[in-house]
């Protein structure tokens, strides 16, 4: 059965295929896949790689508007035997090729923010603005360990801001050394705590790679050995989490990690309505203007910005809004889940 062939050749042609553009090219690869499943269909009847690949293109088909007929790729030079190994013949440190070779289609992926007051969208979709004042974990599985340390966004105010991040990629020993990242309110790095960009001196140290967006306000941390890609901006005097985490990873975890935000929300104590009252440092009406500008859409992200600009007075809210939303479009799966409304 040559399933594991076509699995490879697929993975190659659509490696550098990302974001909404990627459209023609990749149905083709796609048809390309399906016209090498059907030539192994013979051979590997009863092989579960073969019938997951199948699954897997019919609905990859379906969710990208791939019509069946059309141009397929070329067939590719065979490539050179593999060694006895099979799977080591792939780079380990590369999550996606990796679970793609040994599944017959590619991982799931979720995702989850913290922005703003903060407002935690959860890798559920689910949506909650938090008190949670002091430091909370966002994430505690057995890849990564993310803090939020939150404080008032202004004096005697009920809601919080994020002012400090810390992100702890755990040791892989395949892959990566422990890395630790830091973020604080004017100080958002772009290298590690040891000041290193990268993953260290073990052979997949480039699986994990640092770059900066925008110098001291946006930086991306590219963790591929795990299929996960984590975004950390400020946006005046606030700092913002995203997170596309492959589905295997946000799950792994045990029943002691129980306190996650991006997994549970925040707990119902801490739970604030987002229709403010009593009287905001900004009417209500000035800061939907203000919002409208960058958020056209009215949904739970508009909703957040015009909280956040009333409570805090800081029109530079509109811009976490905004950066938030930006970040989920890139990070999720489904756009269709992109907008929120409750």
């Given at each position: ?9 697929y ?7 990302r974001?909404?553009?990627r ?37 990859l088909?379906i ?13 590719r030079?065979?490539p ?26 590619p991982?799931?992926f979720?995702h989850?923010a ?8 959860t890798?559920?979709d ?27 966004v ?11 991040l810390?992100?702890?990629f ?16 004017d100080?958002?790095?772009a ?13 997949g140290?480039?699986?994990l ?9 946006h ?22 989490f ?7 990873v946000?799950?792994?975890f045990s ?8 997994v ?15 009287h ?6 000035t ?8 958020l056209?859409?009215?949904?739970v ?5 015009v909280?956040?600009?009333?409570t805090?007075?800081?029109a ?7 950066g938030?939303?930006e ?5 999720l799966?489904n756009?269709e889940?992109?907008?929120?409304f409750?």
């Open positions: 059965c040559k399933i594991l062939r076509c699995n490879s050749e993975v190659a042609a659509t490696l550098h295929l974001g909404p553009g459209g023609s090219a990749f149905c083709t690869a796609l048809r390309s896949y399906s016209l090498c499943t059907r030539r192994t269909a013979r051979t590997c009847r009863g092989d579960l790689a073969f019938h997951s690949a199948v699954h897997g293109i019919e609905d088909m969710q990208n508007n791939c019509s069946k007929e059309g141009p397929t790729a070329p067939a030079p065979r050179p035997a593999p060694n006895p190994q099979g799977f080591e013949s792939l780079d380990i440190c590369d999550y996606e090729r990796s679970f793609l070779y040994k599944h017959g289609r991982p799931g979720q989850c913290a922005f703003g007051d903060p407002h935690i969208r890798f559920h689910d949506f909650h603005t938090c008190r949670v004042e002091g430091s909370w974990p966002l994430l505690d599985n057995d890849y990564l360990f993310v803090q939020a340390t939150s404080s008032p202004a004096k005697g105010s009920n809601a919080t801001v994020t002012s400090k810390t992100i702890i755990k040791n892989m020993k395949e892959c990566i050394d422990q890395k630790v990242y830091q973020a604080e309110l100080n958002v790095p290298a590690f705590q040891d000041g290193s960009v990268n993953g260290g001196a073990r052979p140290g480039s699986s790679l640092i770059w900066e967006r925008s110098p001291g306000r930086v991306e941390i590219r963790a591929d050995y795990i299929g996960t890609t984590i975004a950390v901006r400020q946006a005046g005097r606030q700092l913002s995203s997170i596309r985490a492959a589905e295997e946000a799950r792994a029943e002691e990690q129980d306190l996650q935000l991006c549970g929300g925040c707990p119902h104590s801490q739970r604030l309505s987002r229709s403010p009252r009593g905001g440092r900004v009417p209500a009406e800061a939907r203007a203000l919002c409208r500008e960058m056209p859409v009215e949904d992200y508009f909703q957040s910005c909280f956040d600009v009333v805090s007075g800081d530079n809210f509109t811009m976490a809004a905004h938030a939303l970040d989920a479009r890139l990070f799966p756009a889940k992109l907008h929120i409750q």
